[in-house]
């Protein structure tokens, strides 16, 4: 995977097909026969011989009694349909998560009848062997399965550098004074001397990339690398993209790499989209493709309609 410098050149289509709206295609572009939307999975957490409690109850519990409970915890994933069986919701190809599970747009955990606690899915991102395995049908209905291109929305924290700070930072532990965290006497030093020029903070991505210039879509910019979409049909595809956080892994933490915004062969046969403020990525390519995808056992996804709107308040059947 190379970056792209002239980003404009290799994805200005994408800018023609969008819409200035805020319906899917201010992400998603027009212009296909059919369109997916793969739901990212949920998580479900539980105890083995009673109900998760409720946070209050967590808050009150003497500190013994919290950390036996912590050890018994069982986390899983947990698919979109089966949360509906669960809340007594219809689970439907424009059905939103809050809706489905009867909680406010501000509670992200809710404890269901079944006793468990569901918090819902990532937005902007799948778990890599889910989008392994969406790259299975991807890769099949390309006739460039080893040319294409991947954007990466540049808001995520610490991807680029930046003057005064870039969103990352690390706090090391010891038995001695505490230390300041990365990157904090940089912000102190702005409070205290605001005609001081910031200093710059190199991002996991290298100066070069983070001082170029950006694939600029509709409130949205990425940046732009050359990609084989066959390149992400492995769970361990995190091992090889360019925008692998080396760096947080020499300090102790799994290997680990933002999840690809958009992604589409050199034919432009598809394209997928994963926006930043969605729980689902959109497929957009043949009918074909749409079948493949909605077919396969490892992908919970439905078929959607052009024009489709993906708003958290357009769910108009579980109301």
Not at 3 to 19: F, H, N
Not at 312 to 319: K, L, Q, S, T, V
Request: hydrophobic share 40%.
């Amino acid at each position: 995977m190379e970056w792209i410098s002239d980003p404009a050149t290799a994805g200005g289509w994408l800018c023609e097909r969008l819409d200035e709206d805020w319906s899917m295609h201010h992400f998603v572009p027009h212009g296909y026969e059919a369109y997916a939307r793969v739901f990212h999975p949920a998580q479900v957490r539980s105890l083995p011989d009673r109900a998760m409690p409720p946070m209050d109850d967590w808050v009150r519990m003497p500190d013994a009694e919290q950390q036996h409970l912590m050890e018994l915890v069982i986390d899983e994933e947990i698919t979109w349909a089966d949360t509906a069986e669960v809340f007594g919701t219809t689970m439907h190809a424009l059905a939103q998560w809050y809706p489905l599970v009867r909680t406010p747009r501000d509670g992200d955990v809710r404890i269901a009848p079944d006793g468990r606690e569901y918090t819902g899915p990532g937005e902007g991102r799948m778990p890599p062997s889910l989008l392994a395995a969406l790259s299975v049908p991807l890769i099949a209905h390309t006739s460039t399965p080893d040319a294409g291109f991947v954007a990466v929305w540049e808001g995520w924290g610490g991807l680029l550098g930046g003057r005064g700070g870039n969103g990352r930072g690390f706090f090391e532990f010891s038995d001695g004074p505490l230390p300041e965290p990365s990157g904090w006497s940089s912000l102190k030093a702005s409070f205290e001397n605001p005609f001081r020029k910031p200093r710059w903070h190199p991002g996991i991505l290298s100066d070069e990339i983070s001082k170029g210039p950006r694939l600029e879509l509709p409130d949205r910019s990425h940046v732009l690398f050359s990609a084989a979409p066959s390149a992400f049909a492995h769970p361990d595809w995190i091992l090889d993209v360019p925008w692998r956080d080396h760096e947080a892994e020499a300090r102790g933490f799994a290997p680990d790499a933002e999840h690809p915004s958009i992604l589409w062969p050199e034919d432009l046969a598809w394209v997928m989209v994963s926006e930043i403020d969605y729980d689902s990525t959109i497929v957009a390519g043949s009918r074909e493709l749409v079948r493949a995808i909605c077919a396969d056992p490892a992908i919970e996804a439905l078929p959607i309609a052009e024009g489709s709107s993906l708003n958290w308040d357009d769910d108009e059947i579980n109301r």
